[in-house]
């Protein structure tokens, strides 16, 4: 009879291409858990950190098993536990703190942050009535919360420290964005229109980058900053 349940490691060459591996390097790679990102949009934390302070595994395995280290102000010890993009990562005893993003070839990135910031934002992708006709949002993270006044699927919430929204975000003209996926990943600019999606075509936006172009792309692969 074959092994049954979801396997412990993932072979490097099969890794979803989010995952920063060699795919020659190592043969296997961490597989993350289940319940936050999905597969194609997060790693597990100790390949992140590999990759941010350039570690081998078995030191790194000690930090967080010993609780040395911390997604978004929380203290971690399971080493396949799945971070993504807006996650931040702090190490406990060097003070350091590094934010996930995603680079222009849709794979992960990281950058060095002098402290760990007040707030972090989340995009809404999910709106629906929980019992006693309460409205409730989903995030990109998983987490499913009350929902703000006028918050919508596509706009974006800021949460801060003590786990609840600062503010809402709107998907609007004006806005500052970041495409997190699409054939213009990685980008960041202006939203510069935006058109509603009917029965046959989902909704969209025309962008406008940092360099001047203007793009248009799916309101699903943008998340709104500011």
Do not use: W
Request: some cysteine.
């Amino acid at each position: 009879m074959g092994i049954k349940g979801n396997s412990r490691q993932i072979k490097a060459l099969n890794a979803p291409s989010y995952f920063p591996t060699e795919r020659k390097g190592f043969k296997y790679v961490a597989k993350q858990n289940p319940g936050r990102f999905n597969l194609a949009r997060s790693v597990s934390l100790i390949v992140a950190l590999r990759k941010m302070l350039e570690e081998s595994n078995r030191p790194l395995r000690t930090l967080i098993k010993e609780g040395g280290v911390k997604v978004n102000g929380s203290v971690i010890r399971d080493i396949k536990y799945p971070v993504g993009i807006n996650d931040v990562i702090s190490i406990e005893k060097s003070k350091r703190h590094f934010a996930i993003g995603i680079n222009d070839r849709a794979k992960f990135s990281y950058s060095e942050l002098k402290e760990e910031p007040k707030e972090k934002i989340r995009k809404i992708v999910g709106k629906y009535k929980a019992k006693m006709n309460k409205i409730m949002i989903r995030l990109d993270d998983g987490t499913v919360i009350d929902a703000p006044k006028n918050a919508d699927v596509n706009d974006s919430i800021k949460i801060n420290n003590e786990k609840k929204v600062a503010n809402v975000i709107k998907a609007k003209e004006g806005a500052k964005c970041i495409i997190i996926d699409g054939i213009h990943v990685g980008s960041q600019g202006v939203i510069k229109s935006l058109q509603a999606g009917t029965s046959i075509k989902q909704a969209s936006a025309q962008v406008q980058g940092s360099d001047g172009a203007v793009f248009e792309t799916l309101l699903k692969n943008i998340m709104i900053v500011e």
